[in-house]
């Protein structure tokens, strides 16, 4: 019989890369640990704005389904703790490819006047991986001037208006009002508030209306931070990003807005980091903790909540 060939030898790894290795494995659980506790935790902003009413609270992106609707119901009590005149939910209702809409029931919970726009997952458009790198190149191709505002170009298939309608029906049985390209005047805690919501500009609903000008705080929301105009108002909010979820907030993204506050031709945005995850089968954040914005606040959150982080911010 012949020799069989001799198999070739594997390189033999150093001591320290084996070490390497380890230390490597190591951080990598620790991380997803620590990730995971930040989901399951939040942080305050506060945003301090001459003119302003009193505390109002905004949050967005819940992403409700079964695995988070406790953390959610934790949420809600906090805001309530605030004592909020008014609620605003930046969209992102839902989870996934349509989750029981039932959970919807929490925002019931809030002992305040609650006003929303729906987001993309709303329509389920740009969802999963490639209707989202679609939906960011679509982007490129809408107008978000002001004057010529037109974002038509981003419907598509995707686009689900009988289930945005359906979490719309389910939104409002829950005590929430829903803004598609609506505004309406209100009284937030003794002082005038112009609220205006805007369509998810994804799904290519997005269609701002005319606006009068009454002299009171006007405040816009929408959903996608990258389809807002430059309006003529005191503030822009807007959700949609996360805050990046992964990636540390100091550390700029060349063309993306993730989160805090931004100025473009003096109309300020304020990005939320959101309170709830993405698709990803579990509640996994790192370097951008869920976040409750609240503006002006009447009390001082760090007397509410001793062990939580506050973050203060002035606007303009």
Not at 30 to 47: D, H, M, P, Q
Not at 150 to 177: C, F, P, W
Not at 230 to 247: E, S
């Amino acid at each position: 019989m012949g020799l069989k060939p001799a198999l070739p030898k594997l390189p033999k790894i150093a001591a320290t890369h084996y070490l390497t290795l380890i230390v490597f494995l190591g951080l990598l659980n620790a991380s997803i640990g620590v990730a995971y506790v930040e989901a399951k935790s939040s942080e305050i902003t506060v945003l301090h704005i001459e003119g302003a009413p009193e505390n109002i609270v905004f949050i967005a992106d819940p992403h409700l389904k079964e695995g988070n609707i406790e953390y959610i119901r934790t949420i809600t009590s906090e805001i309530n703790s605030l004592e909020p005149s008014v609620v605003l939910i930046g969209g992102d209702f839902v989870y996934g490819d349509g989750e029981n809409l039932s959970y919807q029931e929490v925002w019931a919970d809030i002992d305040a006047p609650v006003y929303a726009i729906l987001g993309n997952h709303d329509y389920m458009s740009g969802i999963t991986s490639t209707s989202w790198v679609e939906k960011n190149r679509a982007v490129s191709s809408a107008s978000f001037d002001k004057n010529t505002y037109d974002v038509s170009s981003l419907r598509d298939e995707s686009t689900d208006l009988a289930y945005a309608e359906r979490l719309t029906t389910e939104l409002e049985k829950n005590g929430v009002i829903v803004l598609k390209n609506e505004y309406v005047m209100m009284d937030a805690g003794g002082q005038d508030l112009m609220l205006v919501g805007i369509d998810d500009g994804w799904a290519g609903m997005a269609d701002p209306p005319e606006v009068p000008d009454t002299g009171a705080f006007t405040l816009y929301m929408i959903h996608e931070p990258d389809c807002r105009a430059d309006w003529d108002c005191d503030l822009i909010l807007a959700g949609h990003t996360h805050g990046g979820q992964f990636l540390p907030q100091n550390i700029p993204v060349p063309g993306f807005e993730l989160s805090g506050l931004v100025d473009r031709n003096n109309v300020s945005t304020y990005i939320t980091r959101g309170i709830g995850t993405s698709n990803l089968g579990v509640e996994l954040r790192l370097f951008a903790t869920p976040e409750i914005v609240v503006i002006n606040p009447a009390e001082s959150p760090e007397a509410l909540f001793p062990d939580k982080k506050v973050t203060h911010i002035t606007v303009g």
